[in-house]
């Protein structure tokens, strides 16, 4: 079983990956952790990945490809040993239409599919409530939101003192914009996998627990009986 997990920032994605994983025996894949993983073993692919971050460039596709190889060779090998691992749960990836190709012939080529794809739905000015109510430690970092998580002085860090501020791409129009581009990108993206039926979509304007039983439903609903069932246009990308 391999599922897609897609949302915005703000949608709670992160927080539902790290709930959803452990409940349906699913290994999170998340490339930024990949990133920093391969950067940190110093691998081949982590020197070229921090020659590409110090100089403030993005991580091409055939770079992220193989990161997520190397990952599922892992849960492969996991699988094998009978620990429990029954796929790959993706979290911020694929990105791109180019991406969710080249996943699909990795996954063929280990004889898998993609088995479903949960889209998170908040409404937009939900978002940008919830994002541009941030506000940051400017000394120690610690993360807090106006409405949801206020420090106890106004304006004070609770951990250090220091003065807790909004971030300038915190602010309302800031979040806003970063919101349209997700979407526009996301869309051609959503479409390749609604061409195959395989979205689904959990309303993520609700209370943690809520949205994670829905996800959970949204993928036990498309669990084919045979998991390792390639999809007819899994191997098309040659
Ligand atoms: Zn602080």
């Known amino acids: 079983m391999n599922v897609i997990l897609m949302g915005p920032q703000g949608s709670g994605k992160g927080t539902q990956a790290g709930r959803i994983g452990p409940r349906l025996g699913l290994t999170q894949v998340a490339t930024g952790e990949l990133f920093r993983a391969a950067i940190a073993a110093r691998t081949g692919l982590g020197r070229r990945i921090k020659d590409l971050y110090d100089r403030g460039d993005l991580v091409p596709d055939d770079l992220t490809i193989g990161l997520v190889e ?41 004889e898998q599919a993609i088995t479903a794809v949960v889209r998170i739905d908040v409404p937009l000015a939900m978002l940008v409530a919830r994002l541009a109510g941030r506000r940051v430690c400017k000394r120690c970092g610690a993360v807090y939101h106006v409405e949801f998580n206020p420090p106890r002085a106004d304006g004070v860090c609770d951990r250090c003192g220091g003065e807790v501020v909004q971030r300038e791409d915190d602010t309302a129009e800031a979040v806003t914009k970063r919101l349209e581009i997700y979407f526009k990108q996301t869309e051609p993206l959503l479409a390749y996998y609604e061409e195959r039926g395989l979205v689904a979509a959990v309303d993520g304007d609700r209370p943690i627990e809520a949205v994670t039983e829905a996800i959970v439903a949204a993928i036990t609903r498309h669990v084919p009986s045979a998991n390792a069932a390639v999809s007819p246009t899994a191997g098309e990308q040659g």
């Open 70 to 110: 190397e990952k599922l060779d892992e849960i492969d090998r996991e699988r094998d040993l009978g620990e429990g691992v029954g796929g790959a749960l993706f979290d911020g990836f694929p990105r791109n239409r180019e991406q969710a190709k080249a996943l699909d012939a990795a996954l063929a080529r280990r």
